[in-house]
């Protein structure tokens, strides 16, 4: 089996990469990305040269539709990691945010579909739920553009979305920024309230490699994740530094929700995750009406069934 990662040379792309290489299932790992650079250290860090060998690497956009049909030329699983992601930039520039999450994210599927990938998977957001930023809405409508996919071409290529909170320890996450700044004095948050979903590069790996295996096409599948107020955070990384409050940016929400409202009825219990069925089934899917969610049922950073004080 051969996977191509989009964005492969983030965080995600790079611990998936090394759990890939641990399993000879997997014969060919294609990494595609934009930054020359990422990629030559990777090519470093994990010893493997652009040509031969198990690894091999595109340097291309995800709005560049025909490097796509080329990079994904033999490919049976696709996982689309590539966006852009900081929301004050989405915000400042909304155009590259549509060509890049949206655009970007159609020609995924277009050149899969070409190429006749059997499974590919995007990951999500809870920004994409209830949007109020630029940046949740493009994933929510990538999100749509994904799912509703599956009744092109001739059904051979399924597409899935995983949607997730926040990820500790990634590059630029807000824990490496509590770092820095915990040697300059002072904590700095935006607000206090603010509570978000966390959890860990490795735990977003296994997810991904589980969703692989259980995916039919059109769901979306949500990590049991808990949550934890930006203050207990901050102080997780230093109980004595001062925390400052700056103020909220344009875009942000005081909690993040991770199922809509409007979802709830659709959404199965599986025990290992949530699963969000489409409104008009594509194929036949796990779960019977026993594992469906209580109709009450909240999943909000707020929520104190999901809160934690310690890391």
């Known amino acids: 089996m051969e996977v191509l990662i989009t964005g492969g040379t983030g965080s995600f792309g790079q611990a998936m990469t090394l759990k890939l290489l641990k399993d000879d299932f997997w014969e060919r790992i294609a990494i595609y990305s934009r930054d020359e650079f990422k990629q030559h250290q990777m090519i470093q860090q994990f010893g493997e040269f652009p040509i031969g060998g198990r690894l ?75 949007p109020i930023n630029c940046y949740g809405a493009t994933k929510l409508v990538a999100e749509k553009l994904f799912i509703n996919s599956n009744t092109l071409g001739r059904k051979i290529t399924r597409f899935s979305v995983i949607r997730y909170g926040n990820v500790l320890a990634s590059r630029g996450s807000v824990l490496q920024m509590f770092s820095e700044q915990a040697r300059d004095g002072a904590l700095k948050v935006t607000d206090k309230r603010m509570t978000r979903f966390w959890w860990s590069l490795r735990e977003v790996v296994d997810f991904t490699t589980r969703v692989m295996e259980w995916m039919r096409g059109g769901e979306i599948f949500i990590p049991k994740l808990q949550s934890a107020s930006i203050v207990d955070l901050a102080r997780s990384v230093s109980d004595s530094v001062p925390i400052e409050e700056t103020g909220i940016r344009a875009g942000e929400k005081i909690h993040e929700c991770l199922i809509a409202p409007d979802e709830i009825r659709r959404t199965s219990d599986m025990g290992w995750a949530y699963i969000i069925k489409p409104d008009n089934p594509f194929f036949e899917y796990m779960g019977k009406e026993d594992c469906l969610v209580p109709i009450d049922f909240s999943y909000t950073s707020d929520n104190p069934d999901f809160c934690r004080k310690e890391f």
């Open 56 to 130: 091999r690497f595109f340097v291309g956009d995800v709005r560049d539709l025909r490097n796509l049909r080329r990079a994904m030329k033999g490919i049976d699983v696709v996982i689309h990691a590539a966006a852009l992601k900081q929301i004050p930039s989405c915000e400042y520039n909304p155009w590259e945010a549509v060509q890049t999450n949206i655009q970007g994210s159609w020609n995924v599927i277009n050149a899969s579909i070409e190429n006749g990938v059997r499974k590919v998977i995007i990951l999500s957001s809870d920004k994409a739920v209830n």
